[in-house]
């Protein structure tokens, strides 16, 4: 896919009724829509709750992987984050997730767009395997498979039916085994000082109210 931008990764393929939207790496501007689309597609208790969250609450996703489509008029209106974990001790791999499409733009392709922009950037980045929980029948399309994380498990409840693996480089699953843990960086806390200062300035916002 064409580069488009230092930040844009990729361009989808013509659509029939609106402009083509945008596939980039994620900027700081993105987060606070991205986190309503999240909420819009999955519900924010819901998605909050599942087991793929424990593995990615409090890091932050890999470096170079994570996604945003942007509409015309430069909404987001798709995300896709990679995370790193371990399958099972010593062995790398990447968690890909969530996945949401704003409703009005879906079964246009922008989903594979964004899934076949991961893969490819995670493969030239020079990562090994990706593991995720979702609809076995969207992602095999992809070459997700069930069989490749027969001997991992993951730090909750899950169905084992759609908890799935895809091997970048040859045999980067084989004979994996243990429980899946998170090892990307830890989103950093915010300072005394950082705290104090939006406090003040939130109380100063108020008062000039
Ligand atoms: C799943 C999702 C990301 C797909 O995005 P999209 O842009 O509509 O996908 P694409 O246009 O690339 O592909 C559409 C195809 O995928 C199929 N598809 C979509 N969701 C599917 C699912 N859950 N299971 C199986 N197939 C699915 C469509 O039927 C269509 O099939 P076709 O190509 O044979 O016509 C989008 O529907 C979405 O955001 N859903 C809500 C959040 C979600 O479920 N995320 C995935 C977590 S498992």
């Known amino acids: 896919m064409a580069l488009v931008s230092a930040h844009a ?9 609106v402009a083509t939207p945008a596939i980039s790496l994620e900027r700081p501007a993105d987060l606070a829509q991205r986190e309503a689309l999240l909420d819009l597609a999955f519900g924010r208790a819901a998605r909050l709750a ?16 994570a996604f945003a489509a942007h509409g015309a008029d430069g909404r987001v209106i798709g995300t896709l984050r990679l995370w790193h974990v371990a399958a099972g001790p010593g062995r790398p791999a990447l968690l890909l997730g969530p996945l949401a499409i704003h409703p009005w733009f879906r079964d246009r392709g922008l989903g594979k767009a964004m899934m076949t922009t991961a893969i490819n950037e995670a493969a030239r980045l020079g990562h090994g395997a990706i593991l995720l929980v979702g609809d076995a029948p969207y992602y095999a399309r992809f070459g997700f498979d069930v069989a490749l994380t027969e001997g991992l498990w993951l730090p909750g409840a899950f169905e084992r039916s759609r908890f799935l693996g895809l091997e970048l480089k040859a045999g980067a699953l084989s004979g994996a085994r243990g429980l899946v843990s998170p090892t990307g960086a830890p989103v950093e806390a915010p300072s005394l000082t950082d705290l104090i200062a939006r406090e003040s300035d939130a109380g100063a916002l108020k008062r000039s109210a």
């Open 50 to 65: 599942k087991t793929s969250e424990r593995l990615r609450e409090g890091r932050k996703p890999a470096d170079g992987l």
């Open 9 to 17: 990764v990729a361009s989808v393929a013509p659509l029939n009724t």
